[in-house]
């Protein structure tokens, strides 16, 4: 992947954004008591780059119709997406406490009807690529250059209904479409390899006639390289194959199944508050 420029500043910002992302969404799911910290933590550097610096939006003005739209399709990692959507001012921070209560605007998993910034409601996995490519289809047929970028799960891609969504991605030559695989190896409770083989995956979706750009997707300086690249293809959708740690950041959490879908304790929450601050 050719190299871009990015000033350092910029790289340092983002990280140090991606650090208060993950402490918000560790205190998010501490409080409520429930949520999925591993998928969470695992995204924090492609939430942060694309909401703090790459995606064309207007938060004042959440349905602007040429804005880029963001699929979280991993809807269960919700707790990563909120407070980069606080920060960036779509909702209160405070909001950020309701979240889950019944009849509030932040729910457990994203809803597009409640949340402003919200593109699509997720939680029942595998519909990101296909709705995705629905939206991109859409930009074309009435003269719209926004992009949609689709987060999606390495469990995840176990739906059926991703490949189908890639196989007519890749019909329509939808080279606006990019979605990112957080490749952290393992599901809800266990490794990929064990419950369902992926590999290889960078020629499963090169079989599929999409561009392929892999990264270290916790390298936010690859991060945004790859989304500049990303910007760049003809007449192919895009896969930034991004590998990634469930639980990053949080060592009793990294490559743990057993933390996709738990909240800390009070001692578990302190102890990985303190690794955060490092
Ligand atoms: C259609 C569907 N089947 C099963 C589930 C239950 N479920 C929630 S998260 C998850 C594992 C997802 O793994 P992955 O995509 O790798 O997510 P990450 O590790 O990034 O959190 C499963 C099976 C679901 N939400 N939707």
Not at 211 to 239: C, F, M, Q, R, Y
Request: hydrophobic residues 40%.
């Amino acid at each position: 992947m050719p190299n871009h420029s990015h000033p350092p500043e910029l790289l340092a910002g983002l990280r140090q954004i991606a650090r208060e992302l993950r402490a918000e969404a560790l205190g998010m799911i501490h409080r409520r008591g429930q949520g999925h910290p591993g998928g969470a933590l695992s995204a924090a550097e492609i939430i942060s780059a694309l909401y703090f610096h790459h995606l064309r939006i207007k938060p004042e003005m959440p349905d602007w119709e040429n804005r880029d739209r963001f699929i979280l399709s991993k809807g269960h990692a919700s707790a990563i997406l909120y407070p980069a959507l606080a920060k960036r001012g779509y909702f209160p921070v405070e909001e950020l406490d309701t979240w889950g209560n019944i009849g509030g605007r932040i729910q457990g998993h994203p809803d597009r009807l409640k949340t402003p910034g919200v593109d699509m409601s997720a939680g029942c996995l595998g519909h990101g690529i296909s709705i995705g490519a629905g939206l991109c289809l859409a930009a074309l047929t009435r003269g719209l250059d926004y992009r949609t970028y689709v987060l999606i799960g390495d469990g995840e891609c176990q739906s059926g209904i991703i490949w189908e969504g890639v196989m007519l991605a890749a019909k329509y030559g939808l080279s606006n479409l990019i979605a990112i695989l957080d490749y952290n190896r393992v599901q809800l409770d266990g490794r990929i390899d064990e419950i369902m083989p992926l590999e290889p995956v960078r020629e499963k979706w090169q079989s599929f006639n999409w561009n392929i750009i892999e990264i270290d997707g916790h390298n936010v300086k690859e991060v945004l390289d790859s989304l500049d690249e990303a910007g760049k293809s003809k007449g192919k959708p895009t896969v930034i194959i991004a590998h990634t740690v469930k639980g990053k950041g949080v060592s009793f959490m990294e490559g743990e199944a057993e933390w996709h879908g738990k909240a800390p304790s009070a001692d578990e929450y302190e102890r990985a508050m303190e690794e955060l601050a490092k």
